[in-house]
């Protein structure tokens, strides 16, 4: 199996509970609160990067970090209160994609839903029907993810790592293929 850096941002809890399931699933990791995680990752086979989403995208930690991200296989994983399926979510991806330094491969992805701090739904209760964060749908949402991350989500946490594991070693396997075949093709030339 390969070496993990698990590094996360969480507030109130949610992507530190999925961070440690993705590390206990992982035979060799080591796990990073963002604020302390290492700059040089070059003694780690994959990257998983978590945080929760504020407007949109990953936390302002974690944006701060993903520009220190080089030359990396990333895994991202995310919680928020929003449907995992949503465009929110899952825009919020590319949003931290885009935000990491040079030469990354991101391998994929993970989100599922994550309480919501209480001091930012107290500010949203107000909210007008006219906000996106207010009306009895967004409250229906917040109650929903009030759940979450459930003994289901942190399974699915600990499944993504077989998955990126077997991603990597089909990919090896593929790289392997290719450059017997064209070392044989040198050859007959």
């Keep these: ?22 590390a206990q699933a992982a035979e ?4 990073f609160r963002v604020q302390d995680a290492p700059v040089d990752l070059s003694a780690y086979d ?7 989403l504020r407007l949109g995208q990953p ?26 399926t949503s465009e929110h979510a899952i825009t919020s991806f590319a949003r931290a994609g885009y935000n990491l330094g040079p030469g990354c491969e991101i391998l994929g992805t993970f989100g599922c839903q994550g309480k919501i701090n209480p001091a930012l739904l107290e500010k949203r209760k107000h909210a007008g029907a006219d906000d996106p ?6 409250q229906k949402r917040w109650q929903q993810a009030a759940s979450h991350p459930d003994e289901q ?20 396997k593929f790289l392997a ?6 070392a044989a093709q040198q050859k007959e030339e």
């Design 59 to 84: 936390d302002p930690l974690t944006l701060k970090y993903l520009a220190k991200v080089q030359d990396s296989k990333v895994v991202f994983f995310q919680t928020h209160g929003a449907e995992p």
């Design 133 to 138: 964060h207010g009306g009895a749908e967004s």
């Design 153 to 172: 989500d942190l399974s699915d946490a600990r499944e993504l790592v077989t998955r990126m594991e077997r991603k990597l070693e089909l990919k090896k």
């Design 28 to 31: 060799e990791a080591d796990i």
């Design 1 to 22: 199996m390969s070496k993990w850096a698990v590094i996360y941002s969480s507030v109130t809890g949610n992507t530190k509970m999925v961070a440690e399931a993705i």
């Design 46 to 52: 994959i990257v998983a990067i978590g945080y929760w």
């Design 177 to 182: 293929k290719q450059a017997a075949k064209l």
